[in-house]
């Protein structure tokens, strides 16, 4: 039963323009909700997080929206860049490191920033 | 400043095998955390340890143990490896064990 959800495989978006990712998740215990991104052949890049005391967190160019009636969270990237072009995981825990339960991924989104 | 460190980066073994992988985290980190890659889905929690003992473990059998070395170095042990043992075997360091994660670029393992 998978507790993080990423619906959406892959996403194409023209440059310049907003990507939008979602994420879904269905433990309520969960309170720390994190964004990575991972080029092929290397780790996954932790990018930006968010607290479940907030339901917004902005860095730069990316932003994440946290819902937590509806359980969803997204990450905008505004503007969108080629090198955006990567798989985005989202992940939840029950604390900011993951603890002793360790950090719940999706299964990714492919991000591809088209020219 | 060096990141976290694996090795091997790639390894073949055959079925029933063991196997051993290999983490150096961050100077400074004192925590340590593994994580397995299937093709096509995302990381799943394996393990982690702080100072040296093990303070989390994922739904994964007995044939995966690890253990943390003194100068906070780790070890993945993969015992009867299966076919489905394939995947990347990614580990992560941080300050602490809620501290955020740094990844390594992982280990490749393929069964055969």
């Known amino acids: 039963d998978q507790q993080v959800k990423q619906n959406s495989p892959s996403l194409s978006v023209q440059e310049g323009r907003i990507s939008i990712l979602n994420c879904d998740y269905t433990n309520s215990m969960f309170d720390y909700f994190l964004w990575y991104k991972k080029y092929p052949a290397e780790g996954p890049t932790f990018l930006i997080s968010i607290s479940s005391i907030k339901d917004k967190n902005e860095d730069g160019r990316f932003t994440v929206f946290l819902n937590k009636s509806a359980k969803h969270l997204s990450l905008h990237i505004v503007p969108s860049q080629p090198g955006d072009s990567a798989v985005y995981f989202c992940?939840?825990?029950?604390?900011?490191?993951?603890?002793?339960?360790?950090?719940?991924f999706g299964k990714g989104t492919h991000l591809i920033i088209q020219p | 400043d060096a990141g976290v460190t694996q090795s091997p980066t790639h390894l073949i073994k055959t079925r029933g095998q063991h196997v051993t992988l290999r983490c150096s985290p961050i100077?400074?980190?004192?925590?340590v955390s593994w994580y397995q890659q299937v093709l096509g889905q995302g990381p799943q929690f394996i393990f982690q340890?702080?100072?040296?003992?093990?303070?989390g473990r994922g739904n994964f059998p007995d044939r995966f143990s690890a253990r943390q070395f003194p100068n906070y170095s780790s070890e993945l042990n993969v015992n009867a490896l299966l076919l489905g043992d394939s995947a990347l075997y990614l580990c992560?360091?941080?300050?602490?064990?809620?501290?955020?994660?740094?990844f390594g670029s992982g280990t490749q393992l393929s069964v055969l």
């Open positions: 100077s400074g980190h004192k925590s």
């Open positions: 992560a360091s941080s300050l602490g064990p809620l501290e955020k994660l740094f």
């Open positions: 340890y702080y100072e040296k003992e093990e303070r």
């Open positions: 992940a939840a825990s029950a604390g900011s490191g993951g603890g002793a339960d360790g950090l719940t």
